[in-house]
């Protein structure tokens, strides 16, 4: 598996979900908040997948 790089952007999120870009910015917030990060912290597509139960492999279709 070659992922091209490792954290999620609410850009990514808005292609996986259909959501808006503001929506992925509070999903973005409440995994760092459930996982207890700190606002300078990125959240990973690993820490995504488990939050969301979106496979990881369906991730990288959207944002590889």
């Known amino acids: ?5 490792a954290c999620i952007y609410p850009k990514d999120i808005q292609r996986i979900t259909g959501r808006s870009e503001r929506y992925g910015r509070k999903l973005l917030n409440d995994i760092k908040n459930f996982l207890d990060k700190e606002p300078h912290q990125f959240v990973t597509i ?3 997948s ?6 990881i492999e369906i991730i990288n279709l959207y944002i590889n």
């Open 1 to 5: 598996m070659n992922q091209k790089r």
């Open 46 to 48: 690993n820490d995504f």
């Open 50 to 55: 488990e939050y969301s139960g979106i496979e």
